[in-house]
Structures are given as structure tokens and as C-alpha cells.
């Protein structure tokens, strides 16, 4: 096993050189002619081929190496980067995905594809994909240096999100206020350390996801829930495969749904700290948005608001709704909404099937106290664990995640993808401009 290895890691190192040489040899991406981007394709297919054949028959070795035999436990960031040190050719390297991240997602080398293929292999796996999942369910640093302020203050301003401790409840604001709070890199960071800050938390019980009021010219002073991803941001190259795409599901959603891994007094029975949570729905939650609908334990809506999964208008995988969608509304609800594009709104029938109460706009927040109050319970805490168990297990989100992280990087580079985001951006530019 041992000459085995040393020599595919040598058959892997020489592939990636020389698919290097080729890309080296040719112009920047946004500069090649039909024959180059062809040459570019076969170069990256061929090394893509000998690095899926390594993975397949050494990927646990590789997890095994970069975790000291499952001892470390390493967030997706710092594994990808240990990968690309110490198994030289398996992904690139900080300076290559440097260039990448300075170039408009149009222009970039697509480098991010071969990230997806190594993590698809380390989920794929019950012992690599069990223990990662448990490393992206620890605290972040940032939570843990944030606590005893939050501790001590009950409020703290993350800059996207505003976080309230008031009558045993975490009040969780999301407060991008000219761009709808479409999600990117930084919204992402925010959200989590917000949900380990209510998690950790021993005087919070319940937790409440709401949208703050916008200063879009379209919305303004209209609370809104959220617009999905940041389709700028996309376009222009700022939308992370590893810190948004894959953290986003494997983070602070997975964390609502699954509970904090963190040292505590019950560790022994229940390892994880788990909470209830609430999700109150103003003017619409879009794509990403309706994606975190699915994992709360009650969900409110104002009457004038829409729920949609804009994913074939958008051209991307949207999260882990195409796994959750199907169990709450059914077949075909879930294709009417994800491939055609159906916006349900909350006063239609179908609309029960993802919203729990429906209320005018000016009862939201009685309704929002009610719902704090009947889920403030211990028992509610097990029975949401248990019914999340039967729900959707563990392996069951890990094996969907496996092939999401290999699909989500192929479609943030197909040329649909690319087109689309390059229309909105320059939509939105005129629209700009229009306004003066």
C-alpha cells in the first residue's frame, strides 16, 4: 500500500504539471480564441481524471494524513489548504487561488471545480465525510472571542446580522439593508457566528431568524426576509465555493438544524447543544432564503409574502432545498418550484406546506411572541432532535452534500451560469444609472 501510494501520489503530482504547462503556456482566460479554451478544457479534463482515480483509491489516506488519524478536526478552509500543501497536484495553491479570486467569476480559471471533486470524495466517505461534518459543527473562533461580550451585553452588531438576547430569546436581525439581504461570503461568516453565539448561550432558549427593514429604493422601510444569493457578488468572482456554498449548508444551517458540537454538561448523553427556532417571513424569502425555511421548527409568514427556489432561472444548485423541498411539499410541488420557477405566496393552499401560520403584516410580532413562548420547552428541544433523526439522518444530508459540493462547482463555471449573472449585473447597472 505504501509503494502504491508513493507512486500515485507521483502520477498525480506530473498530471497537474502538466496540465500547468499547458495553461501557463496561453493567454488569461478571458483572452483565449476557441482553439486555446479547447487545449485549456483537455489539459484540466485529463489532470481532473488522474486525481479522481486518487481520490477513489486514497482519499482516506489523504483525510487520515491531514486530520493526524481523525485527532484534528479541521474546518473545509483549512482542510482544502493542508490538502494543496501536502499532496502537491490534488488541489491548487494559495497563489493560484489568489489570481482566481481577483478575477470577475466570467474570467477565471475554474479552479475551484477541482475543490469540489476533492470534497465530494472526503464526504463520500462514512469515517472522512462523518468526522468532517463534526468539525464544521464546532464553535468558530470568532463566536467563542464574541461570546463573553454577547454574554455580558444581550446584543451585539456583526455587521449583517444584529443579534438581541431579550426574554430568553436570540433575535437574530439580517440586516443588508440595500441588497434585500442576499447572502454572500461575509453575510455567511455573520450568520454563523450569530447561531454559535445563540447556541452557546446558556440564558437563550429559543432562537428567531428575521429580516430587517430595507433602504432599497424599491423596498424601503419594508422588512424583507431575504433575496437569496448575492447575484453581483457571483459575477463578480466573490462568491466562494468553499466559504459560502459549502459552509453556508455545512455551517450555520446545519447547526439550526443539528445543534452546536461543543463540551457540556449533558456531552455524554446528547453531544450537541440544540435549540428551537422561529422564522418570521416578510415581503419574501428567495432562493436562499426559502432554502432556510426548511430546517426551522415553525415558520411565520406576513400575508403579502411569497416563498420561491429560483434555481433554473439562476442556473445553480440551490443548497440542500432539492433534498428537503420533496418531504415537505411533495413531488410535484418541489419541481413546479425549483425547475419552473413557482413563486407560492402565502395565502395559496400549497403554502401550508412550507409556512406554519400566515398572518397580517401588523401581527407579525404577535405572532412572533407566541411562537417564542410555546417552543420555550425542554421537551420541545428533544422532540425536534428526534423528529429531525427520523426526518433526514445524518448520512442521508452527508451523501446529498457529497455530490452537491462536486455539482454546485460545475455549474458556478458552465457558461448558463456565467451569462445570466453577467445580465444582472449589467441590469442592475442601468437600473443605477436610471435612478441618477
Not at 476533492?118 to 473562533?141: I, V
Not at 454559535?196 to 448561550?201: F, G, M, P, Q, V
Not at 435549540?275 to 417571513?281: D, G, I, N, T, Y
Request: glycine letters at 8%; one cysteine or more.
Amino acid at each position: 500500500m505504501g509503494a502504491d501510494l508513493a507512486q500515485a501520489r507521483r502520477t498525480l503530482a506530473d498530471a497537474a504539471a502538466r496540465a500547468d504547462a499547458v495553461l501557463a503556456a496561453l493567454p488569461a482566460p478571458a483572452d483565449r480564441g476557441p482553439e486555446q479554451q479547447a487545449l485549456a478544457a483537455d489539459a484540466k479534463n485529463a489532470a481532473r481524471t488522474v486525481r479522481s482515480r486518487f481520490l477513489a483509491q486514497h482519499g482516506e489516506a489523504v483525510y487520515r494524513q491531514l486530520t493526524d488519524g481523525h485527532r484534528m478536526h479541521l474546518r473545509l478552509p483549512e482542510l482544502v489548504a493542508g490538502a494543496a500543501t501536502d499532496w502537491p497536484g490534488l488541489l491548487p495553491g494559495p497563489e493560484q487561488l489568489a489570481t482566481e479570486q481577483g478575477r470577475l467569476q466570467a474570467e477565471k480559471e475554474g479552479l475551484e471545480i477541482d475543490q469540489g471533486l476533492f470534497l465530494r470524495d472526503m464526504l463520500r466517505s462514512p469515517a472522512s465525510g462523518r468526522h468532517l461534518l463534526d468539525a464544521m459543527a464546532l464553535p468558530t473562533a470568532r463566536a467563542l472571542e464574541l461570546l463573553p461580550e454577547f454574554r455580558r451585553t444581550g446584543e451585539l452588531d456583526l455587521g449583517s446580522v444584529r443579534l438581541e438576547r431579550r426574554d430568553g430569546a436570540a433575535r437574530l436581525t439580517m440586516c443588508r439593508t440595500d441588497c434585500l439581504n442576499a447572502e454572500d461570503n461575509r453575510q455567511v461568516d455573520d450568520m454563523e457566528t450569530a447561531v454559535d453565539l445563540a447556541l452557546l448561550d446558556p440564558e437563550v432558549r429559543v432562537g428567531l431568524l428575521r429580516g430587517g427593514e430595507m433602504t432599497h429604493p424599491r423596498y424601503r422601510g419594508r422588512r424583507v426576509f431575504s433575496a437569496g444569493i448575492n447575484l453581483k457578488s457571483l459575477h463578480t468572482g466573490q462568491i466562494s465555493l468553499v466559504d459560502f456554498l459549502l459552509r453556508r449548508e455545512l455551517g450555520y444551517i446545519n447547526k439550526i438544524q443539528r445543534g452546536l458540537r461543543v463540551d457540556h454538561a449533558g456531552s455524554w448523553h446528547t453531544p450537541t447543544i440544540e435549540k428551537p427556532w422561529v422564522a418570521a417571513v416578510d415581503t419574501f424569502a428567495i432562493g436562499g432564503g426559502a432554502q432556510l425555511l426548511m430546517v426551522f421548527d415553525r415558520v411565520l409568514a406576513a400575508a403579502d409574502s411569497y416563498v420561491s427556489v429560483p434555481a433554473a432561472q439562476e442556473g445553480i444548485v440551490p443548497g440542500a432545498a432539492n433534498l428537503r423541498l420533496g418531504p415537505l411539499a411533495g413531488g410535484r410541488v418541489s419541481r413546479q418550484v425549483v425547475l419552473w420557477g413557482r413563486r407560492i405566496h402565502a395565502t395559496e393552499p400549497d403554502a401550508r406546506l412550507l409556512l406554519d401560520e400566515v398572518v397580517e403584516p401588523e401581527l407579525m410580532d404577535a405572532a412572533v411572541a407566541e411562537s417564542l413562548d410555546r417552543l420555550d420547552s425542554q421537551a420541545v428541544v428533544t422532540n425536534r432532535r428526534m423528529l429531525n433523526l427520523a426526518e433526514e439522518p445524518p448520512d442521508h444530508f452527508r451523501q446529498y452534500m457529497a455530490e452537491f459540493a462536486m455539482q454546485q462547482a460545475l455549474r458556478l463555471y458552465s457558461q448558463d451560469v456565467i451569462g445570466k449573472v453577467s445580465r444582472f449585473a449589467a441590469a442592475a447597472g442601468t437600473a443605477r444609472a436610471a435612478r441618477g
